[in-house]
């Protein structure tokens, strides 16, 4: 059988996803959300899901082990992979920004000292800025960072602003505005392309019926 494979990212944007699929007809009915099933079948049994760790899953699509994928758009500029983004999906919407203590200066005469999970956006931004940064690489809790001294400011995604609050941190810019994208292996859209098509045609009469 040759399957349409579509990859999604483990945890809340699979859930929000699968919703989204739902609505369009397109059903897994062994998706469960707490389930350790990694690869399953839509109703028709004409396309394949499989559900992988989201720092994996661009190199899922990107090698083509997978057709389409589902991601946030900071993991695309982040990792910048050769693959056609070709639909917003509208979920997941959050800012990647620059935070600190209300009183941080940030100044073109001293290095920044910055912690992110995200050194290729973060590297990018301040370079246009005309500042000067040493960049901390961290994978988790990056608000710790300023609170015991190990940056002067972080940068990281933010949806309502909670975390940041509770920690005595504030936005001191936002970099970029983010929401979760469809992606489509180059190969298989010109392999596969009306299956291809066909399944984003169906996610996007959705999408344009909510608007």
């Given amino acids: 059988m040759d399957y349409l494979t579509l990859a999604l990212p483990t945890g809340r944007t699979s859930k929000q996803a ?13 998706f469960q959300n707490n389930s350790r099933k990694l690869v399953m079948y839509d109703e028709t049994n004409s396309i394949k899901l499989i559900l992988v760790k989201t720092a994996d899953l661009l190199t899922y699509v990107e090698k083509g082990a997978a057709d389409i994928g589902i991601i946030g ?5 982040e990792m910048q992979p050769d693959v056609y983004e070709l639909v917003d999906l509208d979920l997941g919407k959050c800012d990647v920004v620059v935070a600190g203590f209300p009183d941080t200066v940030i100044s073109k005469d001293v290095p920044l000292t910055v912690a992110t999970k995200y050194p290729m956006i973060t590297k990018a931004f301040f370079d246009e800025k005309g500042l000067r940064t040493d960049i901390i690489k961290l994978n988790g809790s990056i608000e710790l960072a300023p609170l015991i001294g190990l940056s002067d400011v972080i ?10 609050k509770e920690n005595g941190l504030v936005v001191l ?4 505005a983010i929401s979760t994208r469809l992606i489509v292996n180059k190969a298989s859209f010109a392999t596969k392309t009306s299956k291809v ?3 984003i045609q169906r996610v996007k009469g959705i999408l344009e019926g909510s608007q």
């Fill in 197 to 199: 098509e066909g399944f």
């Fill in 18 to 30: 699968i919703a989204l699929l739902e609505k369009s007809g397109i059903v897994f009915p062994d």
């Fill in 73 to 77: 758009k900071d993991t695309i500029m």
């Fill in 173 to 176: 810019d936002t970099i970029v």
């Fill in 155 to 164: 940068v990281d995604i933010v949806e309502t602003g909670t975390t940041l």
